[in-house]
């Protein structure tokens, strides 16, 4: 394949899985799975409203609960994955806010860096346009290479999934990520991004008008962001690698449960606080400060350029009493329990291991038809 078809597809990857196809099946209303997926792609497309969770099971099948007849479309196909993958192209996102200005996220690239050379299964779900679905569970594969989900409204919980790459766009709604690792992406025009238990090799997150929340998680690599809105990151570790935290208008609170050097700033009226039971070595003046903790650790920057700044050990969540200035993102850290209860009308489905197994599934290999050219999804 010639490099300027290479970054064709790695431009278009996230949202249309480009390669030369072998075979496909489609299916529509009655068919609800598909089986013989190893390791596959897997795109699931919503453009109206949704409250969609995707989880992980040991089979090789992809299965689609709760959805109304006739809502979704279920395609596969088997692609060829091409050896020269440029970094996916993730399209710039923009929102207006209450006195209609606009918020622009600007386009960025990101490395896919689990999927690799040769044939690989793609299954793509897509609901059609103008259909406003209430509670959609899709179950994949645990060993899926690629996922990337798309949502217009509602919500977008991704539980179990580690060993792969996610790519997960939502424009207005909440995004969840519990016991989640791997590489990934997360996107939220309006509404917040919750990560709970999870363990990232490497995490890119941004919103335009909403909060990032993470409690009890390990990252090697992350960088977060957000425009209007606070950034939280409570009672997590970090191994060497990037860490980055920055909102330009809200405040940005970390807690670490081990060793750690930040580097803080806070522009405008905004200040920098520390609160540190264990050792440390704070040095803290004009709105900047450092601080080594335990010894020193993994670097950690985090930067409000209108909010203040929080470092701290621990977790702010669990402290009975906190100074004044510290009330603010301690009672953030309570709200999320509101925000992570079910949407009206969710409805609890068993877990992976009981779903029965899924009826009229599609060919796990049906036979090769031959067509000119190459195959676009």
Request: contains cysteine.
């Given at each position: 394949?010639?490099?300027g078809?290479?970054?064709?597809?790695?431009?278009?990857?996230?949202f249309v899985i480009?390669a030369?196809?072998?075979?496909s099946g489609v299916?529509?209303?009655d068919?609800s799975?598909?089986d013989?997926a190893?390791?596959p792609?897997?795109?699931i497309q919503?453009?109206?409203q949704a409250?969609?969770t995707i989880?992980t099971?040991d089979?090789?099948?992809?299965?689609?609960?709760?959805a109304?007849s006739?809502?979704?479309?279920?395609?596969r196909?088997t692609n060829r994955?091409?050896?020269?993958?440029?970094p996916?192209?993730?399209?710039?996102?923009q929102?207006?806010t209450a006195?209609?200005n606009?918020i622009t996220l600007p386009?960025?690239?990101f490395?896919?860096?689990?999927?690799?050379?040769?044939?690989r299964?793609?299954?793509?779900?897509?609901?059609?346009?103008g259909?406003?679905?209430g509670?959609?569970t899709?179950?994949?594969?645990?060993?899926?290479?690629l996922?990337a989900?798309?949502?217009?409204?509602?919500?977008?919980a991704?539980?179990?999934?580690k060993?792969?790459t996610?790519?997960?766009?939502l424009?207005?709604g909440?995004?969840q990520?519990?016991?989640?690792g791997?590489?990934?992406?997360?996107?939220?025009?309006?509404?917040?991004?919750?990560a709970?238990?999870?363990n990232?090799?490497?995490?890119?997150?941004?919103?335009?008008?909403?909060a990032l929340?993470?409690?009890r998680c390990?990252?090697?690599?992350?960088?977060?962001t957000s425009v209007n809105?606070n950034?939280?990151?409570d009672?997590g570790?970090f191994?060497?690698g990037?860490?980055?935290?920055d909102?330009t208008?809200?405040?940005?609170a970390?807690g670490?449960?081990?060793?750690?050097?930040?580097?803080a700033?806070?522009?405008?009226s905004?200040?920098v606080?520390a609160?540190?039971?264990?050792r440390a070595?704070v040095?803290?003046?004009?709105g900047?400060?450092?601080?080594v903790v335990e010894?020193?650790g993994?670097?950690?920057?985090?930067?409000?350029?209108?909010?203040?700044?929080?470092?701290y050990?621990g977790s702010l969540?669990?402290r009975?009493k906190?100074p004044?200035?510290?009330?603010?993102p301690?009672?953030?850290l309570?709200?999320v329990?509101v925000?992570?209860a079910a949407?009206?009308g969710?409805?609890e489905?068993?877990?992976?291991?009981?779903?029965?197994k899924p009826?009229?599934?599609?060919p796990a290999?049906?036979p090769?038809?031959?067509r000119?050219g190459?195959?676009f999804l």
């Amino acid at each position: 394949m010639r490099i300027g078809r290479a970054r064709d597809v790695a431009r278009m990857l996230p949202f249309v899985i480009v390669a030369s196809s072998l075979s496909s099946g489609v299916a529509r209303a009655d068919v609800s799975s598909v089986d013989g997926a190893n390791a596959p792609i897997v795109r699931i497309q919503i453009p109206g409203q949704a409250n969609l969770t995707i989880r992980t099971w040991d089979r090789p099948t992809v299965l689609v609960e709760g959805a109304e007849s006739g809502a979704f479309v279920i395609e596969r196909h088997t692609n060829r994955v091409p050896a020269m993958l440029p970094p996916t192209l993730i399209r710039l996102g923009q929102i207006k806010t209450a006195d209609g200005n606009s918020i622009t996220l600007p386009a960025e690239s990101f490395v896919v860096s689990t999927l690799p050379a040769g044939q690989r299964t793609a299954v793509v779900v897509r609901a059609e346009p103008g259909r406003e679905l209430g509670p959609v569970t899709i179950t994949i594969p645990a060993d899926t290479a690629l996922l990337a989900a798309n949502v217009g409204r509602g919500s977008l919980a991704l539980r179990d999934y580690k060993d792969g790459t996610f790519i997960l766009h939502l424009h207005s709604g909440t995004a969840q990520l519990d016991n989640v690792g791997g590489d990934g992406f997360v996107q939220v025009l309006r509404g917040p991004v919750i990560a709970n238990d999870s363990n990232f090799s490497r995490l890119r997150a941004r919103t335009a008008i909403g909060a990032l929340i993470f409690e009890r998680c390990r990252s090697r690599q992350i960088e977060a962001t957000s425009v209007n809105g606070n950034i939280v990151y409570d009672g997590g570790t970090f191994d060497a690698g990037l860490a980055r935290f920055d909102s330009t208008s809200g405040n940005v609170a970390i807690g670490v449960g081990g060793p750690a050097q930040f580097g803080a700033r806070a522009g405008g009226s905004g200040k920098v606080y520390a609160l540190f039971d264990r050792r440390a070595q704070v040095d803290n003046r004009d709105g900047e400060a450092t601080a080594v903790v335990e010894g020193g650790g993994p670097v950690i920057n985090a930067t409000s350029g209108g909010g203040n700044v929080y470092l701290y050990d621990g977790s702010l969540r669990t402290r009975a009493k906190v100074p004044p200035e510290w009330r603010a993102p301690q009672a953030l850290l309570r709200r999320v329990n509101v925000r992570n209860a079910a949407p009206p009308g969710a409805r609890e489905l068993p877990t992976p291991r009981e779903l029965p197994k899924p009826r009229q599934p599609l060919p796990a290999n049906p036979p090769p038809k031959p067509r000119p050219g190459r195959k676009f999804l």
